[in-house]
Protein backbone atom coordinates (compact mmCIF):
# COMPACT_ATOMS: atom_id res chain seq x y z
CA UNK A 1 0.00 0.00 0.00
CA UNK A 2 1.17 3.32 -0.98
CA UNK A 3 1.80 5.99 2.08
CA UNK A 4 2.87 9.53 1.39
CA UNK A 5 2.46 11.44 4.84
CA UNK A 6 4.13 15.19 4.30
CA UNK A 7 4.48 17.12 7.73
CA UNK A 8 6.45 20.50 9.02
CA UNK A 9 3.96 23.19 7.07
CA UNK A 10 3.09 26.32 8.97
CA UNK A 11 2.62 29.78 9.22
CA UNK A 12 6.39 31.72 8.74
CA UNK A 13 7.26 35.55 7.58
CA UNK A 14 8.86 36.50 5.20
CA UNK A 15 12.70 35.60 5.21
CA UNK A 16 12.01 32.97 7.97
CA UNK A 17 12.63 28.75 7.33
CA UNK A 18 10.34 25.85 7.91
CA UNK A 19 11.74 22.08 7.17
CA UNK A 20 9.42 19.69 5.48
CA UNK A 21 9.48 15.81 5.85
CA UNK A 22 7.84 13.16 4.05
CA UNK A 23 7.27 9.79 5.15
CA UNK A 24 6.97 7.36 2.24
CA UNK A 25 6.24 3.42 2.34
CA UNK A 26 9.05 1.27 1.33
CA UNK A 27 7.82 -0.12 -1.93
CA UNK A 28 8.05 3.53 -3.37
CA UNK A 29 10.77 5.28 -1.65
CA UNK A 30 13.85 3.39 -3.47
CA UNK A 31 12.95 5.38 -6.35
CA UNK A 32 13.62 9.30 -7.14
CA UNK A 33 11.46 11.59 -4.64
CA UNK A 34 10.13 15.25 -5.33
CA UNK A 35 8.57 17.87 -3.53
CA UNK A 36 5.29 19.41 -5.52
CA UNK A 37 3.65 22.40 -4.31
CA UNK A 38 -0.07 23.88 -5.13
CA UNK A 39 -0.14 27.60 -4.90
CA UNK A 40 -4.05 28.75 -4.73
CA UNK A 41 -5.98 28.82 -7.98
CA UNK A 42 -2.67 27.36 -9.35
CA UNK A 43 -1.37 24.19 -11.29
CA UNK A 44 0.64 21.71 -9.05
CA UNK A 45 4.47 22.31 -9.73
CA UNK A 46 7.23 20.17 -9.06
CA UNK A 47 9.42 22.30 -6.73
CA UNK A 48 12.89 19.80 -6.27
CA UNK A 49 13.78 16.63 -6.54
CA UNK A 50 16.07 14.04 -5.19
CA UNK A 51 17.03 10.80 -6.99
CA UNK A 52 17.97 7.61 -4.89
CA UNK A 53 21.75 8.14 -4.85
CA UNK A 54 21.11 11.54 -3.36
CA UNK A 55 21.88 13.94 -6.36
CA UNK A 56 19.41 17.32 -6.37
CA UNK A 57 17.79 19.34 -8.38
CA UNK A 58 15.67 22.66 -8.16
CA UNK A 59 13.00 24.75 -9.81
CA UNK A 60 15.23 28.20 -10.66
CA UNK A 61 12.60 29.62 -8.26
CA UNK A 62 13.79 27.79 -5.41
CA UNK A 63 17.41 27.57 -6.15
CA UNK A 64 19.68 28.28 -3.45
CA UNK A 65 17.03 28.64 -1.16
CA UNK A 66 16.03 25.24 -0.42
CA UNK A 67 17.92 22.09 0.39
CA UNK A 68 16.32 18.63 -0.26
CA UNK A 69 17.61 15.89 1.40
CA UNK A 70 16.61 12.14 2.31
CA UNK A 71 17.03 9.53 5.10
CA UNK A 72 16.72 6.13 2.97
CA UNK A 73 16.93 4.14 6.96
CA UNK A 74 13.80 5.97 8.16
CA UNK A 75 12.29 6.23 3.93
CA UNK A 76 11.75 9.92 4.64
CA UNK A 77 13.07 12.85 2.46
CA UNK A 78 13.30 16.41 3.69
CA UNK A 79 13.10 19.90 2.26
CA UNK A 80 14.49 22.63 4.14
CA UNK A 81 13.38 25.66 2.75
CA UNK A 82 15.17 29.03 4.17
CA UNK A 83 14.73 32.65 3.01
CA UNK A 84 10.89 31.77 2.54
CA UNK A 85 9.25 34.54 0.30
CA UNK A 86 4.95 35.21 -0.14
CA UNK A 87 5.32 33.39 -3.37
CA UNK A 88 6.03 30.40 -1.44
CA UNK A 89 2.79 30.06 -0.12
CA UNK A 90 1.47 26.57 -1.10
CA UNK A 91 0.34 22.87 0.14
CA UNK A 92 3.50 21.01 -0.38
CA UNK A 93 3.70 17.51 -1.30
CA UNK A 94 5.72 14.62 -1.95
CA UNK A 95 5.70 12.49 -4.56
CA UNK A 96 8.24 9.94 -6.71
CA UNK A 97 10.04 11.34 -9.08
CA UNK A 98 9.90 11.70 -12.28
CA UNK A 99 6.60 9.95 -12.83
CA UNK A 100 4.33 10.76 -9.61
CA UNK A 101 2.45 8.06 -8.35
CA UNK A 102 -1.63 8.31 -8.57
CA UNK A 103 -1.53 8.35 -5.00
CA UNK A 104 -1.40 11.63 -3.52
CA UNK A 105 -1.17 12.80 0.42
CA UNK A 106 -2.95 15.68 2.26
CA UNK A 107 0.03 18.04 1.71
CA UNK A 108 1.19 20.45 3.89
CA UNK A 109 0.12 24.06 4.10
CA UNK A 110 2.99 26.50 3.94
CA UNK A 111 1.83 30.30 4.13
CA UNK A 112 4.45 32.64 3.98
CA UNK A 113 2.89 35.91 5.43
CA UNK A 114 4.16 39.25 7.77
Known amino acids: QVQLVESGGGLVQPGGSLRLSCAAS???????MGWYRQAPGKERDMVAF???????NYALSVKGRFTNSRDNAKNTVYLQMNNLKPEDTAVYYCNTFPIPVDYWGTGTLVTVSS
Open 26 to 32: GSIFKNG
Open 50 to 56: ILSGGST
